[in-house]
T-cell receptor
Framework: DGGITQSPKYLFRKEGQNVTLSCEQN?????MYWYRQDPGQGLRLIYY???????QKGDIAEGYSVSREKKESFPLTVTSAQKNPTAFYLC??????????????FGPGTRLTVL | AQKITQTQPGMFVQEKEAVTLDCTYD???????LFWYKQPSSGEMIFLIY??????QNATEGRYSLNFQKARKSANLVISASQLGDSAMYFC????????????FGQGTILTVHP
């Protein structure tokens, strides 16, 4: 089955540690995205990538970093510079403009808690 | 800058009745796309319906329809014949342009369907 996988589902981190959230898709999509969701809030864009080896900052990129070395993978690193990293993180992908609607398909999310 | 406003933090509806979830948007672009997503308690985001700014007819997908009023900048979601499984958080989102691009989300509306 085609889809997006995120791991781990739950992640606990001590203050001052970097952590990396995994996102993999087998939909052959060109574009991938990372969003952050705080309780009772909408999603905010952290980073997005339209093509391998290229990515752009979203609205709240400070304290985060990404890489796009492979088409199917878009890992997100939450660095110690992120002041309030406890949140629900969602990864998404889309065809990147090749489809008429280009809706974004989402993974199941990773819930990060800083202890 | 683009902005999405969902003014209803929570809505209640009786099973089998119709319900309208409000969404207004602010943009100076002529070309844009509007989306509705459903987020059950499990956390994944499910794409429901899309409306392009140049689409002359309101979008429909099964029990979902979008009441698009361009002059008023509103894109309300109508769910007909509500089911218990419709209980979830619903997000309105906008994309600049009608092809690839990042999404800007509203704050969401929690819908509860009563039996």
């Amino acid at each position: 089955d085609g889809g997006i996988t995120q791991s781990p589902k739950y992640l606990f981190r001590k203050e001052g540690q970097n952590v990396t959230l995994s996102c993999e898709q087998n939909l052959n999509h060109d574009a991938m995205y990372w969003y952050r969701q705080d309780p009772g809030q909408g999603l905010r864009l952290i980073y997005y990538s339209q093509i391998v080896n290229d990515f752009q900052k979203g609205d709240i990129a400070e304290g985060y970093s990404v890489s796009r070395e492979k088409k199917e993978s878009f890992p997100l690193t939450v660095t110690s510079a992120q002041k309030n990293p406890t949140a629900f993180y969602l990864c998404a992908s889309s065809t990147g403009g090749r489809g008429w609607i280009d809706e974004q398909f989402f993974g199941p999310g990773t819930r990060l808690t800083v202890l | 800058a683009q902005k999405i406003t969902q003014t209803q933090p929570g809505m209640f509806v009786q099973e089998k009745e119709a319900v309208t979830l409000d969404c207004t948007y602010d943009t100076s672009d002529q070309s844009y796309g509007l989306f509705w997503y459903k987020q059950p308690s499990s956390g994944e985001m499910i794409f429901l319906i899309y409306q392009g700014s140049y689409d002359e007819q309101n979008a429909t997908e099964g029990r979902y329809s979008l009441n698009f009023q361009k002059a008023r900048k509103s894109a309300n979601l109508v769910i007909s014949a509500s089911q218990l499984g419709d209980s979830a958080m619903y997000f309105c989102a906008m994309r600049r342009g009608t092809s690839y691009g990042k999404l800007t989300f509203g704050q969401g509306t929690i819908l509860t369907v009563h039996p």
